[in-house]
């Protein structure tokens, strides 16, 4: 079992940046996956970022990609979301998911139902 905590948003104005944090609870950290998503208003949650255990593999879906860099630190048992260049429809709830399979591909990735546990999530809210 592992608990996770988001922390990181607020406000912010388009073209700002923001750094979200995830902390896991436990020793077993650095063997899970992880996965950021998020979830507006009267939308599904969809994918947003994920590494792996290792560290050596990411996913970054279209819509962020060049802009928000997913990255670990397992002497922390932390996972973070760096966002910049941010738009107003970046504005979301955003979770940090954990997956404790060994197997970790752009197949699996994606999907929130691959994802075992998961924080309670933190606002972003972008302002144009």
């Known amino acids: 079992q592992v608990q996770l905590v988001e922390s990181g948003g607020g406000l912010v104005q388009a073209g700002g940046s923001l750094r979200l944090s995830c902390a896991a609870s436990?020793?077993?950290?650095?063997?899970?996956?992880m996965g950021w998503f998020r979830q507006a208003p009267g939308k599904e949650r969809e994918f947003v970022a994920a590494i792996s255990w290792s560290g050596g593999s990411t996913y970054h879906a279209d819509s962020v990609k060049g802009r928000f860099t997913v990255s670990r630190d397992d002497a922390k048992n932390t996972v973070y979301l760096q966002m910049n260049s941010l738009k107003p429809e970046d504005t979301a709830v955003y979770y940090c998911?954990?997956?404790?399979?060994?197997?970790?591909?752009?197949?699996?990735?994606?999907?929130?139902?691959?994802?075992?546990?998961w924080g309670q999530g933190t606002q972003v809210t972008v302002s144009s």
């Open positions: 998911a954990a997956d404790r399979r060994p197997t970790f591909s752009s197949g699996t990735a994606y999907t929130d139902k691959q994802y075992d546990y």
């Open positions: 436990g020793r077993t950290f650095r063997t899970y996956n």
